[in-house]
């Protein structure tokens, strides 16, 4: 079955819609704030209409788990195709996230489970795509990895931190001709 060519932008269109999600709920919510929360408190049950953000989530992974299709699609090996299942299992995580919202048990595994699942989809991979994929991405990854070192404030940075370089690599392979 052919995918068609516009998936390959529906990484780009995942995270525009996290953000307007995001920014809908922050705008719910006076009392957020980027220094001292995690961006999962907006979807706490205690914030102001939790399930802006919690659906927020759901609907950003339903395009993620299309762009990780376009990913298989492009697969010409077994490290593309392992990466993008991977990506696409990460998808998965990103919608469990909005279903086991802040405050509830498996939150925290959930949410950190996809990041680290995303992340290493993305070495994967970029380990199996030409130079000028594969070297970004190693970069991507490495910055990834350093990013938990850094003594963040917040979750929320952290958080939005991993959310832009994710985006960084959706626009990589949205523009890029060959992967």
């Not at 995918?3 to 006076?30: C, H, L, Q, V």
């Not at 762009?67 to 990466?83: A, E, M, P």
Request: charged content about 10%.
């Amino acid at each position: 079955m052919k995918i068609p060519e516009f998936f390959r932008f529906f990484g780009i269109a995942g995270g525009a819609i996290f953000w307007i999600f995001t920014g809908w709920s922050i705008y719910r919510n006076p009392w957020f704030d980027f220094f001292q929360n995690a961006l999962s408190d907006l979807g706490d049950i205690s914030a102001n209409s939790p399930w802006i953000y919690n659906c927020g989530l759901i609907i950003t992974a339903i395009f993620m788990m299309l762009f990780s299709v376009y990913l298989l699609s492009l697969s010409g090996n077994k490290l593309q195709t392992i990466g993008a299942s991977y990506i696409s299992v990460s998808a998965i995580f990103l919608a469990l996230i909005g279903v086991f919202h802040s405050g509830t048990r498996p939150h925290t595994f959930i949410s950190t489970y996809f990041f680290i699942q995303f992340f290493i989809g993305m070495l994967v991979f970029g380990l199996g795509s030409r130079r000028k994929i594969r070297n970004p991405v190693v970069l991507i990854f490495l910055l990834a990895v350093l990013g938990t070192f850094v003594p963040w404030p917040s979750a929320a940075l952290v958080e939005t931190y991993e959310i832009i370089l994710i985006i960084i690599f959706t626009l990589l392979i949205s523009f890029s001709k060959k992967v």
